[in-house]
């Protein structure tokens, strides 16, 4: 370790703040003592965020979090953590104590996370303020799949054209369908379909980096978002999540039924806007569709993975 930040780390292992750095995978990277024994992490350990979570959620301690189904609440959490570069909120422990938490993000997607303990403010304005932050996630939150609505993917995409990255490229925005959704519902039902949505949901989160956003616009139909992404990258991420959910079987009862997607992809071209981008997703998501279904193409590309349908 270089010498000339012995003094800095000392300061913050000292500080009662507490501070802790994520890198873009969500794993923790750094943590000062206070940080460490509010949620009860060993001195060298480096657990991915969602492991604190669980951990924690399941020993009756560190954050309260007020849920019967943790999977489902880290699915939604998950979804919009780490997504906008500034973000101050305020949580409580199950300790009794109260805690102001700053998120700050580099473009790269690594996280700074400052929290100061609150507690001794008035419970009344706490409460008031914890009440905005819960209204604020719910207007960001689809209700059925608890992942991003359209409002926050539509601000993430904004973003994305205004800000590119370093090497000057704004990145990919890629839309999936699932594919024969309405036929499977008309032989199942919604609530099995319900449930295949949730399903679709709780495994492309994880496999999201930092700066990506993946949110439901509608019916059957997600955005994913993937700023400072050249399409040949796009590609590859969307086919790893392709070959995720050909794998899956979400329904307990029906252990036969599966199902896939379709994804069309565009990269930001000079003067985008959103809806000229969505325009050209949409299109490659249509010649998805009509060359066979449970595939990706990317506009502007005679490319696109073939696969088999099931």
Not at 84 to 99: K, N, S
Not at 207 to 225: I, Q, Y
Not at 275 to 292: E, I, P, Q, T, V
Not at 295 to 300: A, K, L, N, P, V
């Amino acid at each position: 370790m270089d010498e000339a930040f012995k003094p800095l780390l000392q300061l913050l292992d000292r500080t009662a703040a507490l501070v802790a750095v994520y890198d873009s995978f969500d794993r923790l990277r750094f943590a000062n003592s206070a940080f460490r024994a509010t949620f009860f992490l060993d001195p060298d350990a480096s657990p991915l965020w969602s492991e604190i979570i669980r951990r924690n959620f399941e020993a009756g301690r560190g954050t309260a979090i007020r849920t019967d189904d943790i999977e489902a609440w880290l699915t939604s959490t998950q979804a919009r953590r780490g997504k906008v570069g500034f973000r101050a909120y305020e949580t409580d422990l199950l300790d009794g104590r109260w805690l102001w938490m700053m998120e700050t993000v580099q473009p790269d997607g690594w996280m700074l996370c400052i929290a100061s303990d609150i507690t001794g403010l008035r419970a009344d304005s706490r409460a008031l303020r914890q009440d905005l932050d819960v209204a604020t996630k719910a207007s960001h939150t689809d209700e059925l799949t608890g992942i991003a609505n359209r409002r926050f993917v539509n601000a993430r995409v904004a973003e994305m054209l205004e800000r590119p990255g370093r090497s000057g490229i704004h990145g990919c925005l890629c839309l999936l369908d699932l594919d024969n959704f309405k036929a499977l519902n008309d032989r199942l039902g919604h609530q099995q379909g319900d449930l295949v949505l949730r399903d679709f949901a709780a495994r492309i989160v994880p496999m999201l980096r930092r700066g990506d956003c993946f949110g439901r616009v509608g019916g059957e139909e997600f955005v994913l978002v993937l700023p400072r992404t050249i399409p040949e990258q796009a590609f590859l991420i969307v086919e790893r999540m392709l070959g995720v959910i050909r794998a899956a079987r979400p329904l307990v009862d029906r252990p036969d039924v599966g199902y896939t997607f379709s994804a069309g992809i565009a990269a930001v071209e000079s003067g985008d806007t959103a809806a000229s981008l969505f325009g050209r997703a949409d299109k490659a998501l249509y010649a998805a569709k009509m060359s066979g279904r449970n595939r990706i193409h990317s506009f502007g590309s005679e490319t696109a993975l073939t696969a088999t349908a099931m």
